[in-house]
């Protein structure tokens, strides 16, 4: 049974021992941006990081006080340490372009660390608009995170060892496709069927927020083979990601809270998940798992029509970008 695929290789892998954090000097004369360093396991991996001794560490955070709280407590970790607070909302496409064009002053980037995420929960719940018009947990888990890494990549390619990281999920294995594979069906595009409100589910949104973020990591991969690029899935992890849960207090809700507490991480260890694909010196690796390289179960994915979602929804990716910035995909 815990030998079986998921839901087993979630329990068998939320058991397994992770490595240790990796330890030395493995950041020296690197510029590290990580997003959404100011909570959960960004703020873990964070700490971490500072003892790495990177040259410079950028939290880019949309909190600029709860940033500037953490690097005044990493300086305590590292007085050495060399670190920017920068503001970035995801969910506004202004402030993505806006810290992009500020971050130009460091010159180049050695990692760039897409941690931020939202989760809207797995029970019914409003479908939300950006002022940006996209559907939020598709603008910030999906589309600000690849507008972030496209808009970064002049940057990246200054290093001489450029690493780019995705936060994925192992949620990712069970995303449904029915929407994507409507949406190819009559025509709709993908984007705006993840933007259509009348198709918009709830329970599955973040599923297919990480599905869509492993389409999307998997054809970086090929593009850039300069770049080392790693979607790591920390695990279930006691963070705030369940901020937007309305738990009550009901048998079920009770139930869900043993649950999580018998199978979570702490945040301290599912960071760890980051710091090994940060010292990480292989290649790219489309899946990261409990500290290594991972085999995704997402059978649709490797399927002919998920194959060819994929290369769709990355060209629809592309052009959704040219509009949004004009001439930054022009490397991708
Ligand atoms: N926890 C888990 O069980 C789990 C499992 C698999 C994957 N993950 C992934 O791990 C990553 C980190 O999540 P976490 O568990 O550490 O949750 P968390 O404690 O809620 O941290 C999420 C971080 O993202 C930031 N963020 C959210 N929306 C943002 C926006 N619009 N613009 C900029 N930053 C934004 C948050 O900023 P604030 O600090 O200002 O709130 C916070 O720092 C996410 O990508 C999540 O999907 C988590």
């Known amino acids: 049974m815990f030998g079986g695929p998921y839901p087993w290789s979630f329990y068998r892998g939320q058991w397994t021992p992770l490595p240790p954090a990796p330890k030395g000097d493995y950041l020296k004369g690197k510029i590290v941006v990580i997003t959404g360093a100011t909570s ?6 964070t700490k971490e990081f500072a003892k790495a001794s990177p040259e410079q560490l950028i939290l880019a955070v949309r909190s600029t006080d709860a940033g500037e709280k953490l690097l005044n407590e990493i300086r305590k970790l590292n007085p050495k340490v060399q670190g920017k607070v920068m503001y970035l909302d995801l969910t ?28 809207p929960n797995f029970d019914e719940g409003p479908y939300v608009v950006t002022k940006d ?3 939020r947990t598709f603008q910030t888990n999906v589309l600000s995170t690849f507008l972030t890494t496209a808009l970064l990549l002049p940057l990246l390619k200054q290093s001489s060892e450029p690493k780019v990281i995705f936060t994925g999920s192992d949620v990712h294995h069970i995303a449904p496709s029915d929407l994507i594979e409507g949406a190819i069906a009559i025509g709709q595009g993908i984007i705006n069927a993840y933007n259509d409100e009348s198709k ?12 869509l973020l492993q389409m999307l990591s998997r ?28 738990i009550g207090f009901s048998p079920r809700a009770i139930g869900g809270i043993i649950w999580f507490l018998l199978f979570a991480r702490s945040a301290g260890k599912a960071a760890r998940c980051l710091t090994t694909t940060a010292a990480w010196q292989g290649g790219s690796q489309d899946y990261w798992s409990e500290g290594v390289p991972a085999a995704s179960e997402n059978t649709y994915l490797y399927s002919g029509k998920g ?4 290369q769709l929804f990355y060209d629809e990716m592309l052009k959704e970008l040219e509009k949004i910035s004009p001439e930054c995909t022009t490397e991708l």
């Open 40 to 45: 959960g396991i960004g703020l873990e991996a």
């Open 92 to 119: 506004e496409l202004q402030s993505v372009k806006d810290f992009s064009a500020a971050v130009k002053e460091f010159g180049r980037i050695d990692l760039l660390i897409n941690n931020a995420g939202i989760n």
């Open 133 to 135: 018009g996209y559907e």
């Open 200 to 211: 918009y589910r709830n329970p599955t949104r973040y599923y297919e927020s990480k599905q």
């Open 219 to 246: 054809t970086l991969i090929k593009r850039l083979p300069t770049i080392t690029i790693i979607n790591t899935n920390p695990g279930l992890a006691m963070t705030n990601l369940g901020r937007e849960f309305n």
């Open 307 to 310: 194959i060819r979602a994929t």
